[in-house]
Every structure is written in C-alpha cells, then in structure tokens.
Nanobody
Framework: QVQLPESGGGLVQDGGSLRLSCVASEGTFSSYVMVWFRQAPGKERENVAAISRSGGSSIYSDSVKGRFTISRDNAKNTVYLQMNSLKPEDTAVYYC???????????????????WGKGTLVTVSS
C-alpha cells in the first residue's frame, strides 16, 4: 500500500501562490503516473494536473492551464503542484493520487487511480 501524504496547503489571497507537495512512502514511485485532484464543497472531485513517470510529459485541466505547474523528483519520491495566480474558485481540498502505467488523458479520472492521499486544504480569499 502506497501512502501519499500531501502538504503545503493553507490560506492565500487572490492572486497569490502556493506549492503543494506529496511524498510517496515507497521506492517504486517512478513506476506511477501522478495526478493532482481537487474537490470543492458540494462539487465532484476533478483532476487538475497529471505527470508521466519520467516527468517528461504533463496534462492540465483547462481551468488551471497556464497558472499551475506539476513536477516530480523521482529521487525524492515527491510530486509538486506549483499554483500561481490563485483565484477564489481554486478553493478546494487538493489530493495527490497515483496510477500504475503510462500517462494517458483518457485515464486520469478519479476511478482510474490506484492510491490516494488524504488531501490538503487550499483556501483563496478574495
């Protein structure tokens, strides 16, 4: 069982930045596609960004494209989500998730994931 604790959430003003981190508990981290999801109150969990096993490819949702950047450091078993130009509508619990296999835009839904973190809350004030 892979543990994926997230960190880095908090309260930030409109237009501010945060960086989320997720550290995998085991050494097979490089065999997983890593995905960040978020869930706002009363809404479905949605994928935000995904990154390939090597870190060479990434996919973003339209709502965050150009503002968020996903990256990973396989030597540190860590995936990051750099969030810039934050907006109040970015307020949500952000989750880290892992899926074995190759990066595919058709396999980044919540039902495709093998492991989940418990989430970290990001609140953007207006």
């Amino acid at each position: 069982q892979v543990q994926l604790p997230e960190s880095g959430g908090g309260l930030v003003q409109d237009g501010g930045s945060l960086r989320l981190s997720c550290v995998a508990s085991e050494g097979t981290f490089s065999s997983y596609v890593m995905v960040w999801f978020r869930q706002a109150p009363g809404k479905e969990r949605e994928n935000v960004a995904a990154i390939s096993r090597s870190g060479g490819s990434s996919i973003y949702s339209d709502s965050v494209k150009g503002r968020f950047t996903i990256s990973r450091d396989n030597a540190k078993n860590t995936v990051y989500l750099q969030m810039n130009s934050l907006k109040p509508e970015d307020t949500a619990v952000y989750y880290c998730a892992a899926r074995a296999g190759l990066l595919s835009a058709r396999r980044t839904s919540k039902d495709d994931m093998d492991y989940w973190g418990k989430g970290t809350l990001v609140t953007v004030s207006s």
